[in-house]
Each structure stands twice: as structure tokens, then as C-alpha cells.
């Protein structure tokens, strides 16, 4: 997968975060908190900034495509 600007994941995160307080979606209490998050650390970030998305069958983790450093790191659910 190619990597995605911090400014694209961040698009993203608001709407997610912003649906959950809204009580349009109902996300888990630990997927809510990863949004709240993972919002304010890409909000930190260059916008431009490369992040890099890795998944498996249990974890999903974004770091830093230039420094390697993790960004965010959430357990896959089915109700995240």
C-alpha cells in the first residue's frame, strides 16, 4: 500500500471522531479513544507528512514513513 499523507489520515480520523460524538456511529469505548488520539497526534504532524498504514489480522499500526516512529497502533475489532 502506498503511503498517505498525515493531511489524508487526518481528513479521515475528524469525520470518524466527529460521526462518534455526534452518536451517528457507535464505535467501542477503546475504538472511540483511538480516534480522539490518533486525531490530536496527526493534528501535531507536518500534513504533508508520508505515514505508513501496516495491518494484520489483529492490529493496524501508522507510523512515520521518514523516521519509522509509531504513530498509532489499535487492536482490529469488529465495531472499531
Known sequence: MKDQS???YLRIY???LGMAEDG???PSA???EFFKRFVSV???LDPD????LETNAAAARFTDARS???LAEVQIEDDV
Request: charged content about 25%; overall charge positive; cysteine-free.
Open 68 to 70: 519509522g516512529i509509531v
Open 49 to 52: 507528512a508520508p505515514v505508513k
Open 24 to 26: 451517528t456511529t457507535r
Open 30 to 32: 477503546a475504538g472511540f
Open 14 to 16: 475528524r469525520q470518524k
Open 42 to 44: 496527526l493534528e501535531d
Open 6 to 8: 498525515a493531511q489524508h
